[in-house]
């Protein structure tokens, strides 16, 4: 049978090859996503595994390296201050991270995430087990509070409704001098009762960018056989 081979006019050509660039583009692009997010995931794995410092209680000092390291606070909790973090899910189970501030002996205060509780024991009273009193040893990693996300609401602390963590504003409603620009995110300790359950900070990321890299040059490749195919059919009977 004899095949027809076509001379492809120049918009198709430019089209497919406008096309071709952008797919290979975004190829390259993953590729690069790929080996920042190993890179980045590395880096919070070895901060955790050391061995945890002193939580740092000066809030003049910031120190982006101090980003998910290992760290230990001591204090007395305010359980009466508890703030929750929104929209928090869990298997499928819609809760709250409980954010509780955590005094220290000079009185001021840093902000420990102890982690997440099901919407329906949001109430204190419902996990009094858990409200641990006096001086208490909390370890986990430190957490540099992010800026609002421009899809996020705005925090209502009338309605103790917070949708991302502000520091200056949480001690402010908890009634203490905020002692950190940082919060504590408690590690997988169990709590007596069982809640909160901490461990929550995402150390280990979703890493699917090679999934997407492999998507993206097998369209590539997917468009260049298409494109050949076309131009050399079988003539119409």
């Known amino acids: 049978m004899a095949i027809l081979k076509t001379r492809p006019t120049v918009a198709i050509s430019v089209t497919a090859g406008l096309a071709l ?9 993953q590729v690069e996503r790929l080996f920042w997010k190993e890179n980045l995931i590395a880096e ?15 809030v003049t000092k910031t120190d982006p390296d101090l980003a998910f390291r290992a760290a230990t606070a001591h204090g007395r909790f305010l359980h009466d201050q508890e703030m929750y973090l929104m929209a928090r899910t869990m298997q499928g ?10 005094e220290q002996a000079d009185g001021r205060i840093i902000l420990v995430n102890r982690g997440w509780v099901p919407d329906d024991k949001r109430d204190p009273a419902t996990r009094a087990e858990g409200e641990v009193a006096g001086p208490v040893d ?4 430190i957490q540099i509070p992010r800026p609002r996300h421009w899809a996020q609401p705005e925090n209502d602390p009338l309605k103790n409704q917070w949708f991302y963590v502000d520091p200056p504003r949480m001690a402010e409603e908890a009634g203490g001098e905020l002692a950190s620009p940082y919060y504590l995110e408690a590690d997988d300790t169990p709590n007596p009762g069982g809640l909160p359950k901490g461990g929550q900070a995402r150390v280990v990321l979703p890493n699917n960018h090679l999934q997407y890299a492999i998507t993206w040059f097998c369209l ?13 059919r079988p003539p119409a009977s």
């Open 93 to 102: 189970s819609v809760g709250y991270q409980v954010i509780t501030p955590l």
């Open 220 to 232: 590539a490749v997917a468009l260049v056989v298409i494109f050949i195919v076309y131009h050399r």
């Open 138 to 141: 909390v370890t986990g990693v």
């Open 21 to 29: 660039l952008v797919l290979l583009a975004l190829c390259v692009w």
């Open 44 to 58: 919070r794995e070895a901060r955790a595994s050391l061995a945890p410092v002193e939580f740092p209680v000066d």
